[in-house]
């Protein structure tokens, strides 16, 4: 997972307040996606954006989440008024603008727990 | 929306036995990636495949596309404990987005 990086590791939040997390995606890559991992299950795709752009925010739920990908610095995912049901693990992969799937790389992710 | 299943749910296997896991869909898939994942990490690309009826090999793991494009199996042989993991596929189809769709994975253990 060498290059995708994600902070924090670990987040943890009471309930109603706000989560960022953060992603840098690998060097040259200008494509990022958001993916939620619920314990003991596969990973929901969620959200895909370039740089300033939102492509496709199907997987998304409609209130509380947000994303950006701005000019400078890195993507973030942002929960507002967290609730019990989004603790889970926020993965991000990056992708550089072209080429095939073999560059979908990973982050180490982050964990969020909302207590 | 689509979906993966994946079978089996978990495995628990004598280390240097092979090991076989597959996945289904009912769409039709124009990629097949298999991945695995250690715990407290982010999943790690083992194997791609692009063409339906491809069979690839990275190692000691074997791939293969299914020529439906609605399966792939994944193939482990002589396993050691480091396989130790969940290995999870995901197709993609083709376009611009690129997102993936997962299976929910299979929980490997690898008994000395």
């Known amino acids: 997972n060498a290059g995708v990086m994600q902070n924090p590791r670990h987040l943890v939040r009471r309930r109603g307040q706000e989560a960022r997390l953060r992603c840098s995606p690998m060097?040259?890559?200008?494509?990022v996606y958001w993916y939620r991992q619920l314990p003991e299950e596969g990973l929901k795709f969620m959200v895909y954006?370039?740089?300033?752009?939102?492509?496709?925010e199907s997987g998304m739920p409609k209130e509380r989440f947000s994303a950006e990908f701005p000019k400078e610095g890195p993507s973030i995912l942002r929960i507002q008024q967290v609730v019990r049901g989004d603790s889970a693990a926020y993965f991000c992969?990056?992708?550089?603008?072209?080429?095939?799937?073999?560059?979908?790389?990973f982050g180490s992710g982050t964990r969020l727990t909302v207590v | 929306g689509q979906q993966l299943n994946q079978s089996p749910q978990s495995m628990f296997i004598q280390e240097g036995e092979d090991v076989s896991m597959n996945c289904t869909s009912s769409s039709i898939f124009n990629t097949w990636l298999w991945y695995k994942q250690d715990p407290g990490e982010g999943p790690v690309l083992l194997i791609a495949?692009?063409?339906?009826?491809e069979l690839t090999s990275n190692g000691r793991l074997t791939a293969q596309f299914g020529i439906t494009r609605k399966d792939s199996f994944l193939n482990i042989s002589a396993s050691i404990p480091s396989d130790v993991g969940i290995y999870f596929c995901a197709g993609s189809l083709s376009g611009s987005a690129r997102q993936l769709t997962f299976g929910s994975g299979t929980q490997l253990t690898v008994l000395p």
């Open positions: 992969a990056s992708l550089p603008g072209q080429g095939s799937l073999y560059g979908y790389t």
């Open positions: 060097k040259g890559h200008s494509h």
């Open positions: 495949l692009y063409k339906a009826g």
């Open positions: 954006l370039q740089k300033e752009n939102i492509i496709d």
